[in-house]
T-cell receptor, first 113, second 116 residues
Framework: DAKTTQPPSMDCAEGRAANLPCNHSTISGNEYVYWYRQIHSQGPQYIIHGLKNNETNEMASLIITEDRKSSTLILPHATLRDTAVYYCIVRVSGLDSSYKLIFGSGTRLLVRP | GAVVSQHPSWVICKSGTSVKIECRSLDFQATTMFWYRQFPKQSLMLMATSNEGSKATYEQGVEKDKFLINHASLTLSTLTVTSAHPEDSSFYIC????????????FGPGTRLTVT
């Protein structure tokens, strides 16, 4: 089962910041938080990941609370092309030392013109 | 960034036949590949994890004799849906990760399977 909880849908205006919350209250100390997004009928696209420090890249910023029980993905200037389903995922270790991504239901973000 | 391809992008087959889907990492060596299934308006469900040269590890509830996975090289994994039925109709997505960058999984564009 997914270890994250996200609101099913959100919307924001084009050009404004989109802040997508995620709860992962049962996260373990060595488990990373990943964010992916999926545009309709395509494969998921990697956005960002982090362990406990805030992270920023060319796509987004990831803010992780100090207790690591929740995080927020920030798209600083949302565009219409950012309309997608956003998945917050806690990466878990597989039995064979691989890392598995268990997808939850995600947040459907609609960016309005 | 790394590129993962899938072939075919869509396929229609008759009930009872088998279908093979290919997943290729085009510009990196994928030591681990993953197969997911996604039904309409649902999230991705992990089916199995495969490491190059070894048997795949299937998630609970996934029939390994029905969904045959082969990861014979560092750039190719295949998923064969055997004796397909209409309920196997779904969007199948693979992802790949390299040992050097295990923190990133790169996803393919997906294959839409329709069984009639």
């Amino acid at each position: 089962d997914a270890k994250t909880t996200q609101p099913p849908s959100m919307d924001c205006a084009e050009g404004r910041a989109a802040n997508l919350p995620c709860n992962h209250s049962t996260i373990s100390g060595n488990e990373y938080v990943y964010w992916y997004r999926q545009i309709h009928s395509q494969g998921p696209q990697y956005i960002i990941h982090g362990l406990k420090n805030n992270e920023t890249n060319e796509m987004a910023s990831l803010i992780i609370t100090e207790d690591r029980k929740s995080s927020t993905l920030i798209l600083p200037h949302a565009t219409l092309r950012d309309t997608a389903v956003y998945y917050c995922i806690v990466r878990v270790s597989g039995l064979d030392s691989s890392y598995k991504l268990i997808f939850g239901s995600g947040t459907r973000l609609l960016v309005r013109p | 960034g790394a590129v993962v391809s899938q072939h075919p992008s869509w396929v229609i087959c008759k009930s009872g036949t088998s279908v093979k889907i290919e997943c290729r990492s085009l510009d990196f060596q994928a030591t681990t590949m993953f197969w997911y299934r996604q039904f309409p308006k649902q999230s991705l469900m992990l089916m199995a994890t495969s490491n190059e040269g070894s048997k795949a590890t299937y998630e609970q509830g996934v029939e390994k004799d029905k969904f045959l996975i082969n990861h014979a090289s560092l750039t190719l994994s295949t998923l064969t849906v055997t004796s397909a039925h209409p309920e196997d109709s779904s969007f199948y997505i693979c992802s790949a990760a390299s040992s050097g960058r295990a923190y990133e999984q790169y996803f393919g564009p997906g294959t839409r399977l329709t069984v009639t």
